[in-house]
Every structure is written in structure tokens, then in C-alpha cells.
């Protein structure tokens, strides 16, 4: 079965922090690199960062670059986004999926960066 369920989203002020979380079912996305994805009110869904499967390469978009660490555990199925410095233009719905991306999303995970 092939699933994705990612949480740890929330609320959280300028300069704060979040971990997210995204349990993941299914060959599709043991045997692939992952990413994490996010799509604010009115914008397109674009990658934010990605990782190997085997761990030994990342890559971030430039406006994240510095602040978000991508790691997954194989082990436990699960890739992770840690978020610091968080700004107000991060506030949008984030998704994990393969890298590159498939057709199966999960219900993402709202972060909202706001005083």
C-alpha cells in the first residue's frame, strides 16, 4: 500500500523552529530519494529539499539553503525536514513525496510562521 503521512506542522514565530515528519509506505519510496515539497495559497508546489535514498547526497532550494536539514531513517520508513530561522514567506502546506515526484501525495502539513 502506498502512503505518505506527514505532520509536526504548526504555528511558530519569526526565527522559530519546526521538525517535520513524513511516514512513507510502498517500494515507490524505500528504493527512491525523497523530497519535501510545499505550495503557499495561490503558488505552485515546489521542491524545497531532497535526499538519496542511501543518505550520501542533499540539495535545497536557495531560499532554504542554510536553514532546513533534510535526513531520513530507512529503517523506520520516515523522512525528516528540521526548520530553524523560520521566516513569514515559509508559511505554506508542506508535502513529502519521491524525488522526483509521483502522483501520490499525502494530506501535508500546514506551517504558519507568524507573530
Known amino acids: 500500500q502506498v502512503q505518505l503521512v506527514e505532520s509536526g506542522g504548526g504555528l511558530v514565530q519569526p526565527g522559530g523552529s519546526l521538525r517535520l515528519s513524513c511516514a512513507y509506505s510502498?517500494?515507490?519510496?524505500?528504493?527512491?530519494?525523497m523530497g519535501w515539497y510545499r505550495q503557499a495559497p495561490g503558488k505552485q508546489r515546489d521542491l524545497v529539499a531532497m535526499?538519496?535514498?542511501?543518505?550520501?547526497?542533499?540539495n535545497y532550494a536557495d531560499s532554504v539553503r542554510g536553514r532546513f536539514t533534510i535526513s531520513r531513517d530507512n529503517a523506520k520508513n520516515t523522512v525528516f525536514l528540521q526548520m530553524n530561522g523560520l521566516r513569514p514567506e515559509d508559511t505554506a502546506v508542506y508535502y513529502c513525496?519521491?524525488?522526483?515526484?509521483?502522483?501520490?501525495w499525502g494530506q501535508g502539513t500546514q506551517v504558519t510562521v507568524s507573530s
Open positions: 510502498g517500494d515507490i519510496f524505500r528504493i527512491n530519494a
Open positions: 513525496n519521491a524525488y522526483p515526484k509521483t502522483n501520490y
Open positions: 535526499i538519496t535514498r542511501g543518505e550520501r547526497s542533499t
